[in-house]
């Protein structure tokens, strides 16, 4: 069942790269369709560089990423030792590990799969 | 600058992603045994499906007890953001028949961002073949250290290269940026995606703001139409 799963998830992915890739010149030249593919770019880079997060090189993303100034986790909870806060810095030199506040809030995916 | 010197940049450029972007594939391959698949199924996917947001969707659905079923439509629901990106690179591209079946498979975020915004289909393709390739052999082959030494690998956000791809992606949206117009539907996909992250898994953010170009489209119609023939 896993199996089939993979393959069918692995061949739908592909068929739809290959549809868009696929599309008449003559839909593509509609106004509408013209001008979406036009704002792609704009909105595609704005938001990956939105969610890779824009990290200054003394924080970690735990701290530094906006999507986690509205994060559930308790601050007094956050440990990282490259914190700009000197609370958070402190409870890192405790003795205890990084910690991502995602997932101090029990998120199951990993942060570092936003791609 | 001269063209070769040019497009020498764009290689080196496209290849820091690459690296970056690939060396997540350890991350996948981690998460995936450690949720229940085999190893050759955690390699399958990231050979076959090769589309990371939803590789990590589906190993998610199956880690949290889900149907696989349900894992293959979540991945196919984001996989819908590569079909419009091809609305753009397909006439940027220009390739037919067996080139662009070949090319369709290497159509992720990273390939389609380090082409789209060239200048000439040459750069575009140097742009697209050099990402999408270097990201492909990588992910693949860190899918597998990743998938046989488990989580011993680590984080690679601890080296620090999410913030060198969030850069090279913000020196190519910065030029895109010139009209009111662009600023603002960068603003908003930006917002959207943000708004986002919280409550949704891996790749929806991007998506939804894909939704926003298409909205920006409707909305704003011949308004989004540059001033001069740009290309």
């Known amino acids: ?115 | 600058v001269t063209r070769s010197a040019h497009q020498r940049a764009i290689v080196r450029d496209s290849l820091g992603v690459g690296v970056a972007t690939g060396l997540y594939g350890a991350s996948f391959g981690a998460l995936a045994v450690t949720s229940g698949l085999d190893v050759p199924q955690t390699c399958v996917l990231s050979l076959l499906m090769f589309t990371g947001a939803s590789q990590f969707a589906l190993v998610g659905v199956v880690a949290a007890g889900g149907s696989p079923l349900s894992g293959t439509l979540t991945a196919l629901l984001l996989g819908t953001r590569n079909t419009l990106y091809g609305l753009r690179l397909a006439p940027l591209l220009g390739w037919t028949g067996v080139r662009r079946a070949a090319a369709a498979h290497l159509v992720i975020d990273e390939s389609t961002a380090m082409s789209v915004t060239r200048e000439t289909r040459e750069d575009a393709r140097i742009g697209f073949l050099t990402t999408g390739w270097s990201v492909f052999v990588l992910w693949n082959a860190f899918t597998l250290a990743g998938a046989l030494a488990g989580s011993a690998i680590g984080d690679p956000r601890a080296y620090g290269l999410d913030a060198a791809v969030g850069g090279a992606f913000l020196a190519l949206l910065w030029p895109r940026l010139a009209r009111p117009v662009q600023r603002l539907i960068a603003v908003a996909a930006a917002a959207v995606a943000l708004g986002a992250v919280p409550v949704t898994a891996a790749g929806v953010p991007v998506l939804v703001a894909g939704g926003v170009a298409l909205l920006a489209g409707v909305l704003a119609g011949p308004r989004l139409d540059p001033p001069e023939e740009a290309r």
Do not use: F, N
């Open chain 1, 1 to 115: 069942m896993t199996w089939a799963a993979i393959l069918a998830g692995a061949a739908g992915c592909y068929l739809l790269k290959l549809a868009g890739l696929s599309v008449p010149q003559r839909v593509l030249d509609r106004p509408l369709v013209r001008r979406t593919a036009d704002v792609i770019p704009v909105a595609l880079l704005a938001a990956l560089v939105a969610v890779q997060g824009w990290r200054p090189p003394w924080c970690c993303s735990c701290c530094a990423h906006p999507s986690s100034w509205w994060s559930s986790a308790p601050r007094s909870q956050l440990r990282c030792s490259g914190s700009p806060d000197p609370a958070i810095r402190l409870r890192a030199r405790a003795g205890e590990a990084p910690l991502d506040r995602r997932r101090i809030a029990g998120r199951s995916t990993p942060a570092v799969s936003r791609r």
